[in-house]
């Protein structure tokens, strides 16, 4: 019976993980960044009032990070992380370009110049933020999304990393990378290959289908080993 219950078990929970996989890639796809995209070519303020546009970057990698000036807690986090690792990369700061860009509109050049002193940002790096809808434009094409409670805002932690030519090339989640990390991510948006990240959606999907059949082994196991003690429980007939 139980052997019976196992072989009907183990192909329900094959087609569940393969269904979980889709449906997690089909989220993912919907709100994460897109290798290979162009992003929005926005224009944007710095803090002296001076209006660029994102294709001054063009020709070289861009380290792209999301921020809003009045976080105090996730935002600071973020960039202290970011001076760390790279004060630990081997890149060459002359080879690459750091945008800190805003996503809240109401961030003045005069806020943005404050920002820049309190959180002792390089000089080297820009900082920018835009019109309500060239910030939409922007989050929108590097897969970002923020919600607002009042003037607060809920953001994911990611560092965006753009090619030469403003195309995402490679994107880190959270906070707990190195400078190693940050080298990787630069020479992968200068062009180097990356294999990895270019088939992360199937890798995901072999480890979940190797977590499940891992999992129905153990299950078949512990049933087998639960038998098997239970028939040596039974005293033998006289």
């Given at each position: 019976?139980?052997?019976?219950?196992?072989?009907?078990?183990?192909?329900?929970?094959i087609?569940t993980?393969?269904?979980?996989?889709?449906?997690?890639?089909?989220?993912?796809?919907?709100?994460?960044?897109?290798?290979?995209?162009?992003?929005a070519?926005?224009?944007?303020?710095?803090?002296s009032?001076?209006?660029?546009?994102?294709?001054?970057?063009?020709?070289?990698?861009?380290?792209l990070?999301?921020?809003?000036?009045?976080?105090?807690?996730?935002?600071?986090?973020?960039l202290?992380r970011?001076?760390?690792?790279?004060?630990?990369a081997?890149?060459d700061?002359?080879?690459?370009?750091?945008?800190?860009?805003?996503?809240d509109?109401?961030?003045?050049?005069?806020?943005?110049a404050?920002?820049?002193?309190?959180?002792s940002?390089?000089?080297?790096?820009?900082?920018?933020?835009a019109?309500?809808?060239?910030?939409?434009?922007?989050l929108?094409?590097?897969?970002?999304?923020?919600?607002q409670?009042?003037?607060?805002?809920t953001?994911?932690?990611?560092?965006v990393?753009?090619?030469g030519?403003?195309?995402?090339?490679?994107?880190?989640?959270?906070?707990?990378?190195?400078?190693?990390?940050?080298d990787?991510?630069?020479?992968?948006?200068?062009?180097?290959?990356?294999?990895?990240?270019?088939?992360?959606?199937?890798?995901?999907a072999?480890?979940?289908?190797?977590?499940?059949?891992?999992?129905?082994?153990?299950?078949?196991?512990?049933?087998?080993?639960?038998?098997?003690?239970?028939?040596?429980?039974?005293?033998?007939?006289?």
């Open positions: 019976m139980r052997t019976l219950f196992a072989r009907r078990l183990l192909p329900a929970l087609a993980s393969l269904v979980s996989t889709s449906l997690h890639a089909g989220l993912v796809e919907n709100v994460a960044p897109q290798l290979g995209r162009a992003v070519p926005v224009s944007w303020v710095d803090g009032g001076r209006a660029h546009r994102l294709s001054e970057f063009t020709g070289y990698p861009v380290i990070l999301p921020v809003y000036t009045r976080c105090r807690t996730a935002c600071v986090t973020n202290s970011l001076k760390g690792a790279l004060a630990e081997a890149a700061p002359t080879q690459f370009r750091v945008l800190l860009f805003s996503f509109p109401t961030d003045t050049p005069e806020v943005l404050s920002y820049r002193a309190r959180e940002v390089p000089l080297s790096w820009s900082i920018g933020s019109a309500k809808p060239e910030v939409a434009a922007l929108d094409s590097i897969g970002y999304q923020v919600g409670a009042g003037k607060e805002f953001h994911p932690n990611m560092l990393f753009l090619d030519n403003m195309r995402i090339a490679k994107w880190i989640y959270g906070n707990d990378y190195s400078g190693r990390d940050i990787v991510a630069l020479r992968v948006a200068a062009g180097e290959s990356d294999w990895v990240g270019r088939h992360s959606d199937v890798l995901y072999l480890l979940l289908f190797g977590l499940t059949l891992s999992a129905v082994a153990l299950s078949f196991y512990v049933m087998r080993l639960g038998a098997t003690r239970r028939s040596l429980a039974v005293p033998p007939a006289i």
